[in-house]
Structures are given as structure tokens and as C-alpha cells.
């Protein structure tokens, strides 16, 4: 089970970390990624890690704003986003899937949390 939690309402430029909790297994073996959807749109990959390696993976449009992170010891991950701009605006969903490739396609992923909204005023 995956729980999704620090999204908000901010304003442009302002920050914000969402977190999202695993409980009932561990994800050594697993990526976990976010994605986002904003209204009338596809649910689309913003970013993922790898666990046990830590290797990461971004979209375009938030490299160098956004920042993937885990802790084992929590068994959650995280994403900063720094920076934020109003096209950022969506829900934001945690996703986790087996084995050690970051697909950024949603119906590689077979764990999902609920989302958390994520508001950036202009």
C-alpha cells in the first residue's frame, strides 16, 4: 500500500515535498516513480528511482527543479520540487513497480497510491 501526502497550494516559485509511505513490503527490488495529472489531461512520468541502486530518472520539463529521493529506513520516497511554475499544477500520484527499469508508462506500474493535489498560483 503507497500513501501520498504533501501536496498544496502555493505560489510560483515556491517549493514543496511530497511524500509517499509503503507499508506491507520492502522495495529493494522495486521503482517507485511519480506522475502527475492535471485536468483534462493524460496521467503523465515526472520521476523515478530505482531503490535499491538509486538510480533516477526525470521528464524534461522538471530537470533541475525536481528531485527524486528515498529512505530506506522510512521505506518512503520523496519528491522536492523547487521552482514551481503554474503548468505544474496537477494531481501527483506514487506508483511502484518490480524489477530495475524506470518506465516512465503508466501500465508498467502495478502499485498506486491515492493522489495528492498540487496547486501553483501564477
Known amino acids: 500500500q503507497l500513501q501520498a501526502s504533501g501536496g498544496g497550494l502555493v505560489q510560483t516559485g515556491d517549493f514543496l515535498r511530497l511524500s509517499c509511505a509503503a507499508s506491507?513490503?520492502?522495495?529493494?527490488?522495486?521503482?517507485m516513480g511519480w506522475f502527475r495529472q492535471a485536468p483534462g489531461k493524460e496521467r503523465e512520468f515526472v520521476a523515478g528511482?530505482?531503490?535499491?541502486?538509486?538510480?533516477?530518472d526525470y521528464r524534461d520539463s522538471v530537470k533541475g527543479r525536481f528531485t527524486i529521493s528515498r529512505d530506506s529506513a522510512k521505506n518512503t520516497v520523496y519528491l522536492q520540487m523547487n521552482s514551481l511554475k503554474p503548468e505544474d499544477t496537477a494531481v501527483y500520484y506514487c506508483?511502484?513497480?518490480?524489477?530495475?527499469?524506470?518506465?516512465?508508462?503508466?501500465?508498467?506500474?502495478?502499485?498506486w497510491g491515492q493522489g495528492t493535489l498540487v496547486t501553483v498560483s501564477s
Open positions: 506508483a511502484g513497480k518490480n524489477g530495475v527499469i524506470i518506465s516512465t508508462t503508466t501500465s508498467a506500474y502495478i502499485y
Open positions: 528511482i530505482y531503490w535499491s541502486g538509486g538510480r533516477t
Open positions: 506491507g513490503r520492502t522495495l529493494g527490488s522495486h521503482v
